[in-house]
Structure formats: C-alpha cells, structure tokens
Nanobody
Framework: QVQLVESGGGSVQAGGSLRLSCAASGRTFNSGAMGWFRQAPGEERKFVAVIRRSGDYAYYADSVKGRFTISRDGAKNTVYLQMNSLKPEDTAVYYC???????????????????WGQGTQVTVSS
C-alpha cells in the first residue's frame, strides 16, 4: 500500500510561484514513476508532469513546459512540482500519482497510475 500526501497549494496572483510537495509512504518509493495531474471544475483530470524512478528524466505537458519543474528526493520519499510564471488557466486541483509499471507511451493516462493523493487546490488570479 502506498500513501501520497500533497501540500503546498494556495492562492497566488498571475506571474507568481508555488511549490507543491508529495510525500510518499509505504511501498518502495524508488520503484516507480511519480507524476502530477490537475483537474479544473467540469474538466477531466489532465497530465502535468512525470519523473522517472531514477530521477534522470522528466516529461511535461506542453502547457507547462518551461514554467514547471518536477523533481524528486529519494531520501525523503518526496516529489516536488515547482510552478513559476503561473497563469489563471493553471487554476485546478493538483494530484500526485504513483505508477509502478507506467510505460513511456502511457505517461499521460491517469488510469496507468496505481495510487493517488487527495489533491491540493491551486488558484491563480489575474
């Protein structure tokens, strides 16, 4: 069993920054890929970013590329999402996800991830 707990959400003005954290406990953290998804009201959950278990490669949605950075600290069992130059369209609930057999072609598909956090709200005002 894996538990994921997100923190760091909040309200910020456009152009500002936030850093989300996702603390993992339970099954070996280093044996999978960790990702971030987001869901705005009335919309489907969408891929934001994912980092491979080794931490040596990360992938981003085009909408956040160049503004967001995903990283992980194996010693702390924590994955981070640094969000800069935030825009109102980034407003959503952000979810951390853990997948132990995610393949490259499926990293953007929520059903490929085995465990999810409870979500943290990010609100960006104009």
């Amino acid at each position: 069993q894996v538990q994921l707990v997100e923190s760091g959400g909040g309200s910020v003005q456009a152009g500002g920054s936030l850093r989300l954290s996702c603390a993992a406990s339970g099954r070996t953290f280093n044996s999978g890929a960790m990702g971030w998804f987001r869901q705005a009201p009335g919309e489907e959950r969408k891929f934001v970013a994912v980092i491979r278990r080794s931490g040596d490669y990360a992938y981003y949605a085009d909408s956040v590329k160049g503004r967001f950075t995903i990283s992980r600290d194996g010693a702390k069992n924590t994955v981070y999402l640094q969000m800069n130059s935030l825009k109102p369209e980034d407003t959503a609930v952000y979810y951390c996800a853990a997948g132990f057999s995610v393949i490259l072609s499926s990293i953007r598909i929520p059903s490929q991830y085995d465990h999810w956090g409870q979500g943290t709200q990010v609100t960006v005002s104009s």
